[in-house]
């Protein structure tokens, strides 16, 4: 159902990252699954790099948070099988690659928030941080870890 919901918002849910580093994607420890940082990869091609606030808008930022969110519901996928062990999401780290001057990250950050919200419902309120960085990987504008309780 959970895969459903989100080609009826309009998205597809892709293959998992291949991490850039010696890391896994994601891991489940009990009954959490946390994920690794996940930038904006489509397809294997970066999307959104740069410095929201300077090279990017802030609705760019919000729809590279968008990919982000989806590669983190990839990556918890690739460990537990299907979306639908979902029981609730927790909580979402956000980091924003901002210009010195730009300080709108929670509105970034919503991007992935709100989508989380009406893919997952009440299950989906979740507690998050959004930060400011000065530099990501491969010049990425935006990077998002997630926490999920599964079933």
Known sequence: MIEEKIKQLGFE???????????????????????????????????????????????????????????????????IGSLDNIEEVVKLTVFVNSSTDFTAQPKVANGASELIGKIFGDSGLHVRSAVGVNELPLNASVEIEMIVKVK
């Open 13 to 79: 849910l892709p293959e998992v990252a291949k991490p850039l580093a010696a890391y896994i994607p994601a891991k489940k420890v009990g009954n959490l699954v946390m994920t690794s940082g996940q930038i904006p990869v489509v397809k294997g091609e970066l999307k959104y790099t740069g410095k929201v606030g300077k090279n990017l808008s802030e609705e760019d930022g919000k729809k590279a948070a968008q990919i982000c969110a989806l590669n983190c519901l990839a990556a918890i996928k690739s460990v």
